[in-house]
């Protein structure tokens, strides 16, 4: 059974770098089968890709965001990350990682990280 | 970006009924859409992909049809576990988009 688990800060300061860590048991995150995400989803509102890997590392990244936005994995951990650059109070969210099949659907998701932006 | 509008926002409806949530695209997406279920303070679950393939382990009493531009989710006779929102999401183009959400509450 495939896991996934957010780690990282809870609490950002506006201005600074947010940076998350998403690790992956049950299963290699070297699979040319799946992508790896990000998502995020602000209190009371819907959800918001912000970003995806592929096996081959190409990226694709959410055009408002795509300036602040780096998602990079780390194969011999098992693990991928992302960093969001420059944050304001608008980042303020749950961030989730999730596991996407063969350039689609996400069926795999991890419990979800709060991050809050503030001073 | 292909918008995506789902329809209603909120809906209620009693335990036994029949219920049907609409998504439309505003461009086609052949089948590539998805469908899940999220509860307050969890991950969303994935229920249905390609439109209508079930995904292993959901209840049968889900199920998705539609192509082109008009989705929709049914669930034949609600459960009480069922009362969550419900989102669906596209992943035909660049940025996979999701649907505003759909409230399910108890009438």
């Known amino acids: 059974q495939v896991q996934l688990q957010e780690s990282g800060p809870g609490l950002v300061k506006p201005s600074q770098t947010l940076s998350l860590t998403c690790n992956v048991s049950?299963?290699?995150?070297?699979?040319?089968?799946?992508?790896w995400s990000w998502i995020r989803q602000p209190a009371g509102k819907g959800l918001e890709q912000i970003g995806r890997i592929y096996s081959s590392g190409s990226t694709n990244y959410h055009p408002s965001l795509k300036s602040r936005v780096t998602i990079s994995v780390d194969m011999s951990n098992n693990q991928f990350s992302l960093k969001l650059s420059s944050v304001t109070a608008a980042d303020t969210a749950v961030y989730y990682c999730?596991?996407?099949?063969?350039?689609?659907?996400?069926?795999?998701w991890g419990q979800g990280t709060l991050v809050t932006v503030s001073s | 970006d292909i918008q995506m509008t789902q329809s209603p926002s909120t809906l209620s409806a009693s335990v036994g009924d029949r219920v049907t949530i609409t998504c439309r695209a505003s461009?086609?997406?052949?089948?590539?859409l998805a469908w899940y279920q999220q509860k307050p303070g969890k991950a969303p679950k994935l229920l249905i992909y390609?439109?209508?393939s079930l995904q292993s382990g959901v209840p049968s009493r889900f199920s998705g049809s539609g192509s082109g531009t008009e989705f929709t989710l049914t669930i034949s006779s609600l459960q009480p576990d069922d009362f969550a929102t419900y989102y669906c999401?596209?992943?035909?183009?660049?940025?996979?988009?999701f649907g505003q959400g759909t409230k399910l509450e108890i009438k």
């Open positions: 999730a596991r996407g099949y063969s350039y689609g659907f996400l069926d795999y």
């Open positions: 461009q086609s997406l052949s089948s590539r």
């Open positions: 999401q596209q992943y035909s183009s660049f940025s996979h988009t």
């Open positions: 049950g299963g290699s995150i070297n699979s040319g089968y799946y992508y």
């Open positions: 390609k439109a209508s």
